[in-house]
C-alpha cells in the first residue's frame, strides 16, 4: 500500500469531533486514481469517545454530500489520553474505494460520544 495523499506537519491545535456535537472533516483532492484502503488521522482524547468512525464522502461545492462512500472504526478507549500533540491512527476502510483523478472527497472522524481530539492546522491557509 502506498501513501498517496498526506498532510503530516504544522498541527498546532485540537477540535472535538463526535456525534453528540459536530463532525469534523477533512477535504483532500487527489492526483492521480487510485484504491483508498484506509485513513490516517492524529489525535488524542480527554474521555473515552466509544467507537470512533472514519468516513470518505464525495464533495459538492467543496462540502460532503451524499451517502458515504466507505468507512471504518476502531475502538475509541486505545487512542492516547495524553494531553498534547496526540499520536497518529489508521482506520482500514470497507469496501476498498476507487478514487478518480482530480476529484474532491472529504474525510470525516467523529466519536461516538464526547472526547475524540482531531489535531489540525488552524492558521487560515
Given at each position: 500500500m502506498a501513501l498517496e495523499i498526506y498532510y503530516n506537519t504544522g498541527d498546532n491545535n485540537n477540535v472535538q469531533s463526535s456525534l453528540e456535537g459536530f463532525i469534523v472533516g477533512?477535504?483532500?483532492?487527489t492526483v492521480s486514481a487510485f484504491t483508498l484502503e484506509s485513513v490516517k488521522f492524529k489525535a488524542w482524547r480527554f474521555a473515552d469517545p466509544g467507537t470512533v468512525t472514519a468516513e470518505i464522502y464525495a464533495t459538492s461545492a467543496g462540502l460532503p454530500t451524499g451517502s458515504v462512500l466507505a468507512s471504518g472504526t476502531m475502538v475509541g478507549s486505545t487512542i492516547t489520553d495524553e494531553e498534547?500533540?496526540?499520536?497518529?491512527?489508521?482506520?482500514?476502510?470497507?469496501?476498498?474505494?476507487?478514487?478518480?483523478?482530480?476529484?474532491?472527497y472529504a474525510m470525516a472522524v467523529y466519536g461516538q460520544t464526547a472526547g475524540l481530539l482531531w489535531r489540525l492546522e488552524d492558521s487560515g491557509e
Open positions: 477533512q477535504t483532500f483532492t498534547g500533540s496526540g499520536q497518529w491512527y489508521s482506520i482500514t476502510l470497507s469496501p476498498l474505494l476507487g478514487l478518480a483523478a482530480a476529484t474532491k
